[in-house]
């Protein structure tokens, strides 16, 4: 009987494994992150970006999908300026819906941008890897994108967008964005704004709010215990809804389903309101948080407020320090649910 027990206590333990596999988007946070690598500051169009798309081409470049550099220029002020997204696809069959996944690797200047957006980058980067290895078991044909320049106008999001057809944008079932994944209290999946973005960069916009996309990802986190949840908040763009600041806005301006994966907290009442710019309750990114008001203790001295993307705060070692741990375990619940998501049910 003993033995018996301690046979199926071994049993359970084989048929449940650990974290093992969900542990390479890890490996891609800390690569991408490390000194090596130097993925630290790298503003839109210059230098540093172009090395940041260098080292993403070449980790794409280790999966058979054809990853191929997409240059484009834009204006700013009457100046021109270049920057690039690198596209990575796989194609498993033709009949199958194709999606597309999207993570900007750029930051503004004053940020290493350890959480906007290179979580979202290694999250993108293990996904790939991931569809990669399991080829066979994937129920999308999927487009993967890294963007460039996203923090001065989603122009890479907006290049990409501009240079399909109709009839090739027609082809995509629905867009991922992932931007600023891990850092904040919480992790949500939102849908496009009931109200209309502003879609004048394209020549024939046909906005889409539809939040299939979001609920189906949503059913899949609720089905693998993952704490994914849509914002309650109503005023603004709607409970469960975000407005147009990321790369999903282009992809709704074309009429595609968004889903736009974030961590941050839509309990607080930050600056303007409940609107998710305050990203944690945690004291070190306050000057004062009061609990019971889940807000800052004084609104007229308050200079912190919670945030941490696009501040100095945004690098691994400040966010190991006061939230050791956050961050791998918020990316390991995204890679759960974005691979769950991708495959057939199990037979
Ligand atoms: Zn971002």
């Known amino acids: ?35 090596n690598l130097n993925f630290g500051k790298r503003p839109a169009s210059t230098k ?30 009457d100046k021109r300026f270049e920057s690039q997204n690198i596209v990575a696809q796989i194609n498993v069959d033709e009949a199958l819906p194709t999606i597309v996944i999207g993570a900007h690797y750029d930051t503004v200047p004053n940020a290493n941008g ?30 993967f994108i890294a963007f460039g320049a996203e923090e001065v106008g989603l122009q890479g999001s907006k290049a990409y967008v501009q240079s399909l057809t109709d009839n090739q944008l027609k082809r995509f079932s629905g867009m991922i964005n992932l931007d600023t994944v891990a850092g904040g209290d919480t992790l949500y999946v939102h849908s496009a704004s009931n109200t209309a973005y502003n879609c004048e960069f394209l ?16 059913s899949t986190a609720e089905a693998n215990k993952l704490s994914h949840q849509k914002h309650p ?6 409970a469960g809804r975000t407005g147009g ?13 968004i889903a736009y994966i974030e961590a941050t907290n839509f309990n607080i009442h930050g600056r303007q309101g409940q609107d998710g710019y305050s990203q944690t309750t945690h ?20 200079s912190k407020w919670g945030e941490i993307w696009h ?37």
């Not at 003993?2 to 542990?23: E, M, N, R, Y």
């Not at 990114?285 to 019971?292: G, I, L």
Request: aromatic share 12%; net charge negative.
């Open 1 to 35: 009987m003993f033995k018996l027990f301690i046979g199926s206590l071994i049993a359970a333990a084989f048929v449940f494994p650990t974290f093992a596999q969900d542990s390479s988007v890890t490996r891609y946070f800390k690569e991408l992150t490390s000194a």
């Open 48 to 77: 540093q970006e172009a090395e940041a798309a260098g080292v993403i081409a070449k980790i794409f470049d280790g999966f058979d999908f054809n990853a191929q550099v997409q240059p484009f220029t834009y204006s700013l002020k």
């Open 114 to 143: 350890a959480t906007d957006n290179a979580s979202g980058s290694a999250l993108l980067l293990s996904v790939a890897e991931f569809a990669h290895q399991h080829k066979q078991k994937l129920k999308y044909n999927v487009v």
């Open 203 to 218: 020549a024939n916009p046909s906005y889409s709010n539809d939040s299939t996309l979001r609920d189906q990802l949503l």
């Open 233 to 238: 908040i109503e005023k603004g763009f709607g």
């Open 245 to 257: 600041w990321s790369d999903h806005r282009p992809f709704a301006c074309a009429g595609i389903p």
């Open 283 to 302: 004291q070190h990114f306050w000057q004062c948080f009061d609990d019971k008001a889940v807000g800052p203790c004084d609104k007229e001295s308050e």
């Open 311 to 347: 501040t100095e705060n945004d690098n691994v070692k400040t966010l190991e320090q006061q939230l050791p741990g956050r961050i791998t375990a918020q990316l390991q619940q995204h890679y759960q649910l974005l691979t769950q998501f991708l495959v057939k049910e199990a037979q």
